[in-house]
């Protein structure tokens, strides 16, 4: 059943929902997009600042989004600590990233233990006062759980596709994808910029988590749901691409969106997936993948 | 005959030694604690309700044993985390029953956990005692298989009859009707036979889709489902689910005067406590509701006293209503069938279930031959009066989950979704 309305509707929650996919991906296209680096852990750490934002917001009130940015600092410290004790292990001795995969899992497997032990394991949320509200243009709504969310991630996207670019540290990240040998060459370690670019990739995780408990509530293992996706959205961006995998998360939301308001919901990941084939079989290296590199 | 002489004591010796022995082996092993093992989640999507329910089984475990146990003998609980993935639950029952060499075993929390579990327990022709399990015998028609979930003989068809008589009741009458369900065994399951009461009715059938468990957000789908009109809206989700479509009608809105059905997760402390009242007006299926007719069922009020005291330090469900009695129950009703029978005989016990009407924490059970009850006892209830977000305590007032459905128990009448938002 086609009309105006649904379809106008289904294009904005598209477009919202593509927003919080790029805010949930956008770390790890840091991580596993330029510096290799298969963490598979990304949601969980997601879910873990989703928690901290519950736990701040249930007993002070603080707002969901003030935590998730002022945990962020903390959230790059641990992505410091982490990167350390994964390149001592693994990296150090020339081990493939797929070895690091194990790694991964069991820090996934710890913080979900860790939050079943401290929060249990029932379903959470938070609370605040714009989640409830909706802005209505005729027959259009914007509701502000979804839009509040996709303020923050594009802010968060583009601050980071900007720094990626136009800094040197940025820049730093780019040359150590592309040639680390190049790279120590110019008397810089390729170490020290990966432990802080994967420190970077976890604090978009803190904030990530704030964006994500005011979309849905959360419970420890709700981020194995979005393993698949968001390592779907980095290669479908092409790896190492803030802005291809902004687009790529876009591209998925809208599908997801339309699919299910015309077509029924069970249909849309199959068809997202599918989109995501289809780019990779005529561009492999992704919507804004750098051509050579076909590491996804 | 000397019996003096070397041999014969000899003999005598040998003959006093094996009957020593054999008496001595078989009042140990007359000793040995009954083992009745499962799988249970414990973490996973289901864990809200399955730490739950292990709450109520260690509590009837408890309660049985200052009794002085099965048989005389001392009952342990042997038990697995099947992170709510069916996957784990076939090597969980066979580890079970071959390494752990458990006497009885009972089922985890839900249809999806149940269902993975029924080739083992037939293949073994051992009674199963199912907790909320949709139809799980529909397929195997184990003859010793029981099922607590009080859905009726028909489980998929009689768990939604009650609903549908109550919306029946709305004026006018509902001519149409929207379904939703998760992608999962238990809400196909739920919604066909929900789809059957329906065509009984005569309703026109406006909507009819599944969606995939983690979708993020419903909005979409309650606009399509708005779009087509529907007098009533059945949804059958778990608890992601039932939240996300509870939000994206709070959001959305809807023309329809009925909203709910097969919700899970909204009887669950934590969800209730969230939603607060954007839950006004949905009526779902309910199994133990606080209105003062439920405090009719023996033993209950004092058990879920008993739950609410350990619940907080093991940070599940403060208040228990949905699962604990009834993970309670489903244990009395093995311990009650195994010491009547005086004997571990898989054949005599479920022969004696089936034969017996028994009185439990959640009142008066009976099983017919598929091992569901006989008579179903689903109760619809429609949130009313929840004023305040972020307040557990409102929930266990009477007058908040209005019983509409049976009639013996009813609280109050139905009335439509909107005026009560």
Same mark, same amino acid.
């Given at each position: 059943m086609?009309?105006?309305e649904?379809?106008s509707?289904a294009i904005?929650?598209g477009?919202?929902?593509g927003?919080?996919y790029?805010?949930?991906?956008?770390?790890l296209?840091?991580?596993?997009?330029?510096l290799?680096?298969?963490?598979i852990?990304h949601?969980?750490?997601? *879910?873990?600042?989703?928690?901290i934002?519950?736990i701040?917001n249930?007993?002070?009130g603080?707002d969901p989004?003030?935590v998730?940015?002022i945990?962020?600092?903390?959230?790059?410290?641990?992505?410091?600590l982490?990167y350390?004790?994964?390149?001592e292990?693994? =990296?150090k001795?020339g081990?493939t990233?797929?070895?690091?995969?194990?790694?991964?899992f069991?820090?996934?497997f710890?913080? =979900?233990?860790l939050?079943?032990?401290?929060?249990g394991?029932?379903?959470?949320?938070?609370?605040? =006062?714009y989640?409830?509200?909706k802005?209505?243009?005729?027959?259009?709504?914007?509701?502000?759980r979804m839009?509040?969310?996709?303020?923050?991630a594009?802010?968060?996207?583009?601050?980071?596709?900007y720094?990626?670019s136009?800094?040197?540290f940025g820049?730093?990240?780019?040359?150590?994808?592309?040639?680390?040998?190049?790279l120590?060459?110019?008397a810089?370690?390729?170490s020290?910029?990966?432990?802080?670019?994967?420190g970077?990739?976890?604090?978009?995780?803190s904030v990530?988590?704030?964006?994500f408990?005011?979309?849905?509530?959360? =419970?420890p293992?709700?981020?194995r749901?979005?393993?698949?996706q968001?390592?779907?959205?980095?290669?479908l961006g092409?790896?190492?691409?803030?802005?291809?995998?902004? *687009?790529?998360?876009?591209?998925?939301?809208m599908v997801?969106?339309l699919i299910s308001t015309?077509?029924?919901?069970s249909?849309?990941?199959a068809?997202?997936?599918?989109?995501?084939?289809?780019?990779?079989?005529?561009k492999?290296?992704?919507i804004?993948?750098?051509?050579?590199d076909t590491?996804? | 005959?000397n019996?003096?002489?070397?041999s014969?004591?000899?003999s005598?010796?040998a003959?006093? @030694?094996?009957?020593?022995?054999v008496f001595?082996a078989?009042?140990?092993a007359?000793?040995?604690?009954i083992?009745?093992?499962f799988?249970m989640?414990?973490t996973?999507p289901?864990?809200?309700?399955?730490? #739950?329910a292990?709450i109520?089984?260690?509590?009837?475990a408890?309660?049985?044993?200052?009794k002085?146990?099965?048989l005389?003998r001392?009952?342990?609980?042997v038990y697995?985390d099947?992170q709510t993935?069916?996957?784990?639950?076939?090597?969980?029952?066979?580890?079970?029953?071959?390494?752990d %060499?458990?006497?009885?075993v009972?089922?985890?929390y839900?249809?999806n956990?149940i269902?993975?579990? +029924?080739?083992l327990?037939? #293949?073994?022709d051992?009674?199963?005692?199912g907790l909320?399990?949709?139809?799980?015998n529909?397929?195997?028609?184990?003859d $010793?298989?029981? #099922?607590?979930?009080?859905?009726?003989?028909?489980p998929a068809?009689?768990?939604s009859?009650?609903?549908?008589?109550t919306?029946m009741q709305l004026?006018?009458?509902p001519?149409s009707?929207?379904?939703v369900?998760?992608?999962a065994?238990f809400?196909r399951?739920? $919604?066909a036979g929900?789809?059957?009461n @329906?065509?009984?009715l005569?309703?026109k059938?406006?909507?009819?889709?599944n969606?995939k468990?983690?979708?993020p957000?419903?909005?979409?789908?309650?606009?399509a489902?708005?779009a &087509?009109?529907p007098d009533v809206?059945?949804?059958a989700?778990y608890?992601?689910?039932?939240?996300g479509?509870?939000?994206?009608?709070?959001e959305?809105?809807?023309k329809?005067v009925?909203?709910?059905?097969g919700m899970?997760g909204?009887q669950?402390?934590g969800i +209730?406590? &969230?939603?607060?009242p954007?839950l006004?007006?949905i009526?779902?299926?309910?199994?133990?509701?606080?209105?003062?007719n +439920?405090?009719l069922?023996?033993?209950?009020?004092d058990l879920? %006293?008993?739950?609410q005291?350990?619940?907080?330090?093991k940070?599940?469900d403060?208040?228990?209503?949905?699962l604990a009695p009834?993970s309670?129950?489903y244990l009395?009703?093995l311990?009650?069938a195994?010491?009547?029978?005086?004997?571990i005989?898989?054949?005599?016990?479920?022969?004696?279930?089936h034969a017996t009407e028994? &009185? &439990?924490v959640?009142?008066?059970?009976r099983?017919? $031959?598929n091992g569901?009850?006989?008579k179903g006892?689903?109760?619809t209830v429609?949130?009313q009066?929840i004023?305040?977000q972020g307040?557990?305590e #409102?929930f @266990?007032?009477?007058g908040?989950r209005k019983i509409m459905?049976p009639?013996?128990?009813?609280t109050?009448?139905?009335?439509?979704?909107?005026?009560l938002r």
């Amino acid at each position: 059943m086609f009309s105006f309305e649904l379809l106008s509707n289904a294009i904005v929650i598209g477009i919202l929902l593509g927003g919080f996919y790029a805010a949930l991906s956008i770390g790890l296209s840091l991580s596993f997009g330029l510096l290799d680096i298969v963490n598979i852990a990304h949601p969980a750490f997601i *879910i873990l600042g989703a928690f901290i934002c519950f736990i701040f917001n249930s007993s002070y009130g603080l707002d969901p989004i003030l935590v998730g940015i002022i945990f962020a600092p903390a959230f790059f410290l641990l992505g410091t600590l982490i990167y350390r004790v994964y390149y001592e292990s693994f =990296e150090k001795t020339g081990a493939t990233a797929l070895r690091g995969l194990a790694f991964f899992f069991g820090v996934m497997f710890i913080i =979900e233990v860790l939050l079943i032990i401290y929060f249990g394991v029932d379903y959470q949320g938070v609370q605040a =006062e714009y989640i409830d509200y909706k802005l209505t243009f005729g027959v259009v709504d914007i509701p502000f759980r979804m839009f509040v969310p996709f303020v923050v991630a594009m802010i968060m996207t583009l601050g980071l596709q900007y720094f990626s670019s136009k800094t040197f540290f940025g820049r730093a990240m780019q040359a150590v994808a592309q040639d680390t040998l190049a790279l120590r060459l110019m008397a810089i370690d390729p170490s020290k910029i990966k432990r802080i670019a994967f420190g970077l990739s976890l604090a978009t995780c803190s904030v990530a988590g704030a964006l994500f408990v005011i979309v849905m509530p959360i =419970e420890p293992s709700i981020g194995r749901l979005y393993i698949g996706q968001v390592f779907a959205i980095v290669v479908l961006g092409g790896l190492g691409s803030q802005s291809g995998t902004l *687009i790529a998360a876009m591209l998925l939301g809208m599908v997801e969106s339309l699919i299910s308001t015309f077509f029924g919901p069970s249909w849309a990941p199959a068809v997202a997936f599918s989109a995501l084939i289809l780019v990779l079989a005529i561009k492999p290296t992704g919507i804004l993948g750098r051509v050579g590199d076909t590491r996804g | 005959m000397n019996i003096f002489r070397l041999s014969n004591l000899r003999s005598l010796l040998a003959v006093f @030694a094996v009957a020593s022995f054999v008496f001595v082996a078989t009042n140990v092993a007359a000793k040995d604690p009954i083992k009745i093992g499962f799988s249970m989640a414990l973490t996973g999507p289901l864990a809200g309700g399955g730490k #739950q329910a292990l709450i109520g089984m260690e509590m009837w475990a408890d309660d049985i044993n200052a009794k002085g146990g099965i048989l005389g003998r001392q009952v342990d609980l042997v038990y697995y985390d099947d992170q709510t993935k069916a996957s784990n639950v076939p090597t969980i029952y066979a580890k079970l029953l071959d390494v752990d %060499k458990v006497d009885f075993v009972v089922s985890g929390y839900g249809t999806n956990l149940i269902a993975p579990a +029924m080739p083992l327990v037939k #293949q073994r022709d051992i009674v199963f005692m199912g907790l909320f399990g949709m139809d799980n015998n529909k397929k195997w028609k184990h003859d $010793k298989y029981f #099922q607590v979930m009080p859905s009726g003989p028909d489980p998929a068809v009689d768990f939604s009859r009650a609903w549908f008589e109550t919306i029946m009741q709305l004026n006018p009458k509902p001519k149409s009707i929207a379904f939703v369900a998760a992608d999962a065994e238990f809400a196909r399951t739920l $919604k066909a036979g929900a789809e059957v009461n @329906a065509k009984r009715l005569g309703m026109k059938v406006t909507y009819n889709k599944n969606f995939k468990p983690g979708t993020p957000d419903f909005t979409p789908i309650m606009r399509a489902i708005n779009a &087509t009109n529907p007098d009533v809206i059945y949804v059958a989700a778990y608890p992601g689910g039932a939240q996300g479509m509870t939000r994206a009608v709070s959001e959305v809105g809807t023309k329809a005067v009925a909203f709910g059905g097969g919700m899970v997760g909204l009887q669950f402390a934590g969800i +209730m406590k &969230t939603l607060g009242p954007k839950l006004n007006g949905i009526l779902n299926y309910d199994f133990y509701v606080p209105e003062p007719n +439920m405090n009719l069922y023996p033993g209950v009020v004092d058990l879920l %006293k008993r739950y609410q005291k350990i619940a907080p330090a093991k940070k599940v469900d403060l208040k228990g209503w949905y699962l604990a009695p009834w993970s309670y129950a489903y244990l009395q009703i093995l311990g009650d069938a195994v010491n009547a029978v005086g004997k571990i005989d898989h054949a005599a016990i479920a022969k004696y279930i089936h034969a017996t009407e028994f &009185t &439990t924490v959640v009142g008066k059970v009976r099983f017919g $031959k598929n091992g569901e009850w006989l008579k179903g006892r689903v109760l619809t209830v429609q949130w009313q009066n929840i004023k305040k977000q972020g307040d557990l305590e #409102q929930f @266990a007032q009477p007058g908040i989950r209005k019983i509409m459905a049976p009639a013996a128990f009813a609280t109050g009448k139905v009335q439509p979704f909107n005026s009560l938002r």
